[in-house]
């Protein structure tokens, strides 16, 4: 049974995503769910009058938050503080995508009985899902190599972000990708969702689109090491993915990434 209290929706509108501010509190009033609260974080963007205007149209009660943080830093503070409101679950919303309208009922059967849920995440545009291969059942095994997991499709208990939060590293630029490894790690349950849906808006500077010279992938190279050389100290697994990546040019030809298009069939962890 989920109680009044027990659901906040959470995102962080910054300059590039204000934009999209009055789509979203129209989409966050569409949903067929509405017993949850919304936490805002504006990062790196001044509060003005037009903003609480478009603010106040929201069915829900409402927490502003102001932030002038580099993103990854802004989210973790944020998380830190709004551990001590009175909530049991968080879904992450990025403020430039939208929810299916029952995004949140269809997540509800669901959260007694796991830690964490990863719903759904479709293209904004035609609509068809990134992930049809994810089976319900979902493990670390399944996030080691890249990621499925983001801040617009992760719904999480209290009690399971209150055993991460004091080892997130601020310095990692994947916050999505680092919050799901230490999930698992710490035995969380978690399940995929199909039923329950979020539209991913793709950027023109996402990997995904630019990703057409090898410049690109190092670059991406150089943050997968970073993740890998955080987690070494966890698991012998992500030690041994460390040192395969540690000669970034030498692994680059050895698994054949210069082929850009077979690249980004394999990889769905970058900028999600």
């Not at 989920?2 to 659901?7: P, V």
């Not at 979203?24 to 990062?43: A, D, R, S, W």
């Not at 070494?232 to 970034?248: F, P, S, T």
Request: glycine letters at 2%; aromatic letters at 14%.
């Amino acid at each position: 049974m989920i109680s009044k209290n027990s659901l906040l929706l959470f995102t962080t509108i910054h300059p590039y995503g204000e934009k999209f501010l009055a789509q979203l509190i129209k989409n966050i009033n569409e949903q067929t769910y509405q017993n949850f609260k919304v936490f805002f974080c504006f990062n790196n963007l001044k509060i003005k009058k037009k903003h609480l205007k478009e603010i106040n149209k929201l069915r829900n009660k409402f927490i502003i938050l102001k932030t002038n943080l580099p993103p990854v830093k802004s989210r973790i503070i944020t998380l830190k503080k709004m551990i001590k409101y009175n909530f049991n679950i968080i879904i992450f919303l990025d403020c430039d995508d939208l929810m299916h309208k029952k995004r949140i009922e269809n997540l509800l059967p669901h959260l007694n009985r796991n830690d964490f849920i990863v719903n759904n995440l479709k293209n904004f545009d035609n609509k068809k899902s990134y992930f049809n291969d994810i089976k319900k059942k979902i493990n670390l095994k399944s996030i080691i190599e890249d990621n499925y997991i983001g801040l617009s499709n992760l719904t999480i208990k209290k009690k399971s972000l209150k055993k991460i939060i004091n080892e997130l590293n601020p310095k990692l630029k994947i916050l999505d990708w680092q919050m799901a490894t230490l999930l698992f790690l710490k035995r969380q349950k978690g399940i995929f969702l199909k039923n329950s849906i979020t539209y991913y808006r793709q950027h023109e500077n996402n990997f995904y689109k630019n990703c057409n010279n090898s410049s690109e992938i190092f670059k991406q190279l150089k943050i997968k090491k970073e993740h890998y050389k955080f987690f070494k100290k966890y698991n012998d697994v992500y030690k041994n993915k460390y040192e395969e990546l540690k000669n970034i040019k030498k692994y680059f030809y050895k698994k054949k990434l210069y082929n850009y298009k077979s690249f980004k069939k394999k990889t769905r962890w970058l900028e999600l």
